[in-house]
């Protein structure tokens, strides 16, 4: 019975990296941080993803070390569980059914059975009122076991984890809300609240925003909304406490952290730079600035060689103790609006988009890695609220990816508008884009949609750019040679404008040659020649206004397609000029395939989203896909598959050569796949990548996975044939020895004769090799003696100042020549194994 294969809807790659606090691993060689619904490991070294611990049904808040055992880790998440993991070997060992949402997780040394996570006080999720309990971990060895035995610690607290701190060893805990600080200590079991007024005598916010514990003393930070951080001292008394501030930030402080020690403290908030105060001190503190956006989050290694902020374009930053950036880790930047769209680069398959503030953004979808930032706006970003920049909103590529077209603009009031269109040229040495022309003003009102004309490079037609603006025109832009200068230059000029009874131009596309151009101007939509831009025909439609527009291709290029906005969607035939067929299915969002007839329409009916594949000429979707997420989808696109996979059920292949992705509400990437989660995971792949890049060891070469390909090349240079050792390859045994636990193993003096054994070459072997050098001796000391013959013959005839030089080269003795030829023969590669 052959099992029919389903389409999943999955989450692919682009989560948020900083949601929660990241920890390092012990010796800080890895970085652990929570993405979506996954747990990530980062090289710290390589900035590599080696590992993804897959596991959890929801978003996952909390991750931190183990601390009776610093190979594992624990999470939590929103799914009610609590994880613990091998995160070396991406191994499940246990879950914790709790059954309350977490939203944060804390270990002690102190407590070996309990740890402290933060819960909403009922189950209400719109509830802003949380608590902090205990949990007990029963030993049980199942692998799955509940943990419903908790116990209440604090009462009304908030959910973030950056407002809740423990002492190291447990001693006390620290929590901040609104005005007021609560601590309570564990052995005398007592509470001690301190509030603060609202504001203080110079106008200040006292609101706390964050809070940390010393490791080393009696000592509580706090950030607050204001900028200053406050030393919380002798607070076990609570008519007796003390505190001292520290002032740097012009804004909320958002999170604060003490070094191993507890010799500095770190700050961090809006302003993007790491505040370092040395010994609670305002005059000795340290800072690096530009670290790009808003620090969120702040973590100290355990060895005190690193520490990493979080910030809220999805980055973090690996800085050295000394305050040196070493490594960067960059996520899909989310914005609150993605205003270009989803965008292909055509050279790369990268997914383009709207990154930080004037920026592009290059993200590999099949690395799930961010590439590299490109600067449209090239102005310095200033993070003030209610401050009108320049933002991007539109970008497109041609064809080959040679050119990119970007516009840019800035609303000072509904009158004032700066609009700047620029258009890149790639660059092959920098492997990069550069800026070729700047035009000011290119349209008199917002700027609609752009679109280049594809055409293939062997017609030699000149490239052509279309802008369709709200000012009741689109454009023609072409570039063109500047022969009067001595170095010809090229650069982008208008060269039609075209209007339609002056209507909003909203959409505009060209067809699958480049021959026909649509441009739809509010309800109506028309066709020109790109040729002599002359008006062919218009279509129109019952009411509704055109929001996607775009031509068929292949087989279907005679149709033409629109969506409108009281969710029509409408088929035009361009041969007779007649509307072929219409639907109403308040389609959102148009995609089209770039290597297929396939179009993709997301459906918005009800709350969720719903998915449609069909081809123009055929009456029945390919594919129907309900609630494909919750909300509405922002955009789609398809981005062609390296390599076209080979899916066997009919109405799953228009996957084959395409992959869709789209973006929704929550800024989150989905795909489609009809392979199993098992199929899908790709850790290994990673890890095996990883592992190619290790340096070849004796232990190495004995698991069979040494390469060839530098001695193969070797060899052929020097026109020989080595004999090589057969080692053995993937040996029952040594797989059985590495999958044995140590603890039953053989004392080490047992096993390394063994293993040096199996590295040493055979008697039989060896002696065929020394039989085969004899014979090959023997042959070659007659041509060797002969060619030592004339050499002095010839050395004699020319009498040269140096000849008592090559007189000395020449005073070994023949034995002494026949070893030396025998050491050179010798196979020597067994020493690059060491």
């Known amino acids: 019975m052959v099992v029919q294969e389903q389409l999943r809807v999955v989450r692919c790659g682009g989560s948020k ?12 060689k890895y970085l652990l941080c929570a993405s979506g619904d996954y747990v990530k490991v980062y090289s710290t070294a390589t900035e590599e993803c080696v590992h993804i611990l897959q596991g959890h049904t929801d978003l996952v808040t909390g991750v931190q070390l183990n601390p009776q055992n610093h190979l594992q880790l624990y999470s939590c998440s929103l799914d009610g569980t609590i994880k613990l993991w091998d995160f070396m070997d991406g191994i499940l060992i246990k879950t914790f059914v709790v059954g309350y949402k977490l939203f944060s997780f804390y270990a002690l040394s102190g407590f070996e059975d309990l740890v402290f996570v933060i819960i909403p006080r009922n189950d209400d999720e719109t509830t802003d009122s949380f608590q902090l309990v205990s949990v007990k971990l029963t030993k049980a060895p199942d692998q799955k076991v509940e943990a419903k035995e908790l116990s209440l610690i604090l009462d009304d607290i908030d959910w973030s984890p950056k407002c809740t701190a423990f002492e190291r060893e447990g001693e006390y805990v620290a929590s901040v809300r609104g005005l007021q600080l609560t601590v309570y200590l564990f052995k005398k079991k007592k509470t001690f609240r301190f509030p603060l007024s609202a504001t203080s005598k110079k106008g200040g916010n006292n609101f706390f925003t964050c809070v940390a514990c010393h490791p080393r003393e009696d000592c509580i930070a706090s950030g607050h909304r204001d900028g200053k951080i406050r030393l919380w001292r002798n607070f076990n008394h609570k008519r007796e406490y003390t505190f001292s501030t520290l002032h740097w ?25 790491l505040v370092q105060w040395r010994d609670a001190s305002n005059h000795k503190k340290e800072f690096l600035p530009r670290l790009g956006c808003t620090i969120e989050y702040i973590t100290a290694s355990p060895d005190g060689t690193f520490y990493c902020t979080s910030h809220s374009d999805n980055k973090i930053t690996i800085i050295h103790s000394n305050l040196r950036v070493s490594a960067i880790i960059q996520g899909l930047v989310k914005g609150n609006d993605i205003k270009t769209g989803l965008v292909v680069d055509p050279k790369t398959k990268a997914l383009v988009l709207n990154g930080r ?12 890695k961010h590439l590299y930032n490109l600067d449209i706006v090239q102005q310095e970003h200033i993070h ?33 508008l700066e609009l700047q269109m620029k258009v890149w040229e790639y660059d092959e040495q920098t492997q990069s884009f550069t800026l070729n022309t700047r035009i000011n003003m290119p349209h008199d009102n917002h700027i609609t949609a752009l679109c280049f004309r594809d055409t293939d490079e062997s ?85 509704g206004k055109i929001q996607n527009l775009c031509f068929g291709r292949l087989s279907c290029s005679k149709y033409l397609l629109g969506t409108t906005n009281n969710g029509f969607v409408c088929c035009w035939n361009l041969l007779s000029c007649i509307l072929e067929w219409s639907a109403q299915l308040n389609v959102a969002v148009l995609q089209i395939d770039p290597l297929s007839e396939n179009i993709a329409a997301v459906s918005c009916l009800s709350k969720n989203s719903d998915l449609f594949v069909f081809k123009p000429n055929e009456p029945r979707p390919l594919c129907i896909q309900r609630n494909v997420c919750r909300g509405n989808v922002q955009c789609a696109v398809f981005i062609p598959r390296d390599v076209p996979e080979s899916i066997d059920a009919e109405k799953h292949q228009w996957l084959n050569r395409s992959q869709l992705y789209l973006l929704t509400q929550t800024q ?70 590495l999958h044995t636990p140590a603890h039953v193993l053989p004392s080490a003096s047992f096993l390394c004769p063994i293993f040096i054994n199996s590295l040493l070459i055979s008697k039989e072997i060896k002696s065929t090799e020394e039989a085969a050098d004899e014979v090959e001796m023997t042959s070659e000391e007659a041509e060797d003696e002969s060619d030592e013959e004339m050499d002095l013959a010839e050395i004699k005839q020319d009498a040269q100042p140096m000849d008592f030089l090559s007189d000395i080269a020449h005073k070994l003795s023949k034995s002494q020549e026949k070893q030396l030829r025998k050491i050179r023969k010798m196979d020597y590669t067994w020493v690059s194994a060491l």
């Open 384 to 416: 003030q609220l209610g401050l009108n920049q320049f933002e991007l909103v539109k970008a497109a590529f041609n064809a080959n990816g040679n050119w990119l077209a970007t516009v840019e603009q800035r609303e000072e009031k509904e009158t004032e």
């Open 249 to 273: 930030h012009h804004d909320a402080v958002m999170d604060l952290a003490f070094s191993v020690e507890g010799t500095s403290l770190l700050s961090g908030g809006v302003e993007s730079v």
């Open 668 to 737: 989150e990437l989905m795909t489609f796949s009809t392979k199993s989660p098992e199929e899908r995971l790709t850790p290994s792949r990673k890890q095996l990548a990883v592992e190619d890049s290790l340096p070849v060891t004796p232990f190495f070469l004995l698991l069979g996975k040494h390469r060839h390909q530098k001695q193969s090349k070797g060899d052929a240079e020097a026109g020989k044939v080595t004999v090589h050792n057969q080692l053995p390859q993937e040996s029952p045994a040594v797989k059985e020895l």
């Open 17 to 28: 990296l900083t949601g929660s606090r990241a920890v390092f691993s012990a010796e800080a």
């Open 459 to 543: 017609e030699h037609v000149t490239p052509t750019l279309v802008t369709a603006g709200m000012d009741g025109q689109f454009k023609v832009w072409v570039l063109q040679v500047d022969s009067d200068v001595e170095e010809q230059t090229a650069s982008w000029t208008c060269d039609f404008v075209g209007s339609y009874h002056n209507y909003q131009a909203t959409n505009c596309c060209f067809s699958e040659d480049g021959s026909l151009l649509a441009v739809s101007f509010e309800e109506t939509v028309t066709v020109w020649d790109s040729e002599t831009w002359d008006l062919k025909c218009t279509f129109c439609h019952p009411p």
């Open 357 to 368: 503030p004037g920026h592009l953004q290059f993200y590999s979808l099949q690395s799930d």
